[in-house]
């Protein structure tokens, strides 16, 4: 069974920091991307950062490319997303997911429909 869950969330002011967690259970050893996706108000879900589970590499939407950085912590099971210097359009509801196949190349952050598995969400508000 697996299940993904996000915290971190929260309010801050624009040029400000937060820092996102996806707790994962229940992965296969050998998933193939994982990505943080959002959803502003009134738009459809954007892919905002991957990373290629196996090898580490990490590919961003050029929205936040400079100001994002996401990573993992195998050892722990955990995904993350820092945010930095956060401004008012980066106001969302951010989802961790996870794609166990790898039909596509995870370096197409873009690609949301790749995701078997979501999380149920963290809203940040900037």
């Known amino acids: 069974h697996v299940q993904l869950v996000e915290s971190g969330g929260g309010s801050v002011q624009a040029g400000g920091s937060l820092r996102l967690s996806c707790a994962a259970s229940g992965l296969p050893s050998d998933t193939f991307c994982m990505g943080w996706v959002r959803q502003r108000p009134g738009r459809e879900r954007e892919g905002v950062a991957t990373?290629?589970?196996?090898?580490?590499?990490?590919s961003y939407a050029d929205s936040v490319k400079g100001r994002f950085t996401i990573s993992r912590d195998n050892a722990k099971n955990t995904l993350y997303l820092q945010m930095n210097g956060l401004l008012p359009e980066d106001t969302a509801m951010y989802y961790c997911?996870?794609?166990?196949?790898?039909?596509?190349?995870?370096?197409?952050?873009?690609?949301?429909?790749?995701?078997?598995?979501w999380g149920q969400g963290t809203q940040g508000t900037v």
């Open positions: 997911a996870a794609d166990l196949k790898g039909a596509f190349s995870c370096f197409y952050t873009s690609y949301v429909d790749r995701y078997n598995y």
């Open positions: 990373i290629r589970t196996q090898y580490g590499t990490t």
